[in-house]
DNA sequence: ACGGACATGTAAGCAGTTACATGATTGC
DNA sequence: GCAATCATGTAACTGCTTACATGTCCGT
């Protein structure tokens, strides 16, 4: 089995819609998925180029203001790429957590550094969860039902809420147990 | 900031006790870390080869049963190296989740498709979650006071436990705004 | 005898990152 | 006038994976 670069069918996906430029498909990923997938300038602009090379997008000029910018729209055999893409079975991919490797190793060291680790974590995951509540209670508060996008947009945001406060949880569960005496 | 390769933290902390052959560390993080960190055949022996270059760990030959199997072991150059990435601050990383994005994209396709994937993953998960009920409950019931090791281990699977949790959670929520007959 | 675990590697190649580059426009 | 944002890229490198290879030991 192949592995494939998936950052084809992020760029896809975005254009599925309207097109887009490849800055309006940095930031709008850079503002709606960063929680759960990443790209960066140099992994979107020469997949655009790949991708136009295979015909799956087609570039045109438009003006944006005062320049010309190329905005990218999806052709048919791009729809189909991504359709096929998006019924296929979803691929599991390793994930690597950093931070429960150094716990799983806190005995090779003392456990005031885990704890530092947890709480360091722990700090930054409450920001998070703060600009997710906002967007989600705030932004986003209801459901729309007549506009699916929104649909599944606020369902990957409230997986990200569950995740952070399950993350949470843990790190609470573990700093207790940690800072019990009996434990060194 | 340069990327550096991690394998080599996951072989000094595997070393960091006892010696051990490749195919040791290989099964003990297989049967261990499996949940949050995966090392491959292909990334271990490389990786300890180049590690006995740069002095980190050395090996000796010793039999295990009929044969002579490497044993490496770690230096003291290796030990420090492991402790300073241990107290370093743990680095984010990038993460993507193909779920996500496929649901982040739903509305470019017919809402059976995801709840397709939604329910598979449940399925996946809960196979997953009775294999961590029973090591939770069965094989690592109460917290060992006196192996400290032992406790960082029952840690990370609690975290494994409580993902899992979070993540059935979310796809149930999930399945049931979906199934609601007023969304298309 | 045979299957499963033990045991150890190499080669090729794509993916994806960091660092390096550059320049215009807009709002304060 | 300056900073932030808009906008678009390349080069070099590393990481990591898949596929390929090979052989032994042990229990049944």
Known sequence: MNKINKTRYAILGMLFGDPRTGYDIKKTLAETTAHFWQETDASIYPMLKKLVAEGK???????????TRTL???TPSGKKEFAQWMAADVESGTHRHELLLKTFFGASTNKATIIKHLESRKKKL?????????????????????????IYQKMTLRNGVIRIEAELKWIDESLTLLKNKGIK
């Open 126 to 150: 409450k920001e998070i969860q703060k600009k997710f509540a906002y967007i989600d209670l705030i932004v986003m508060p209801e459901i729309p039902k007549d506009n699916s996008h929104k």
């Open 57 to 67: 997008i087609k570039p045109t000029s438009a003006f944006r203001g005062k320049q």
């Open 72 to 74: 990218y729209s999806i």
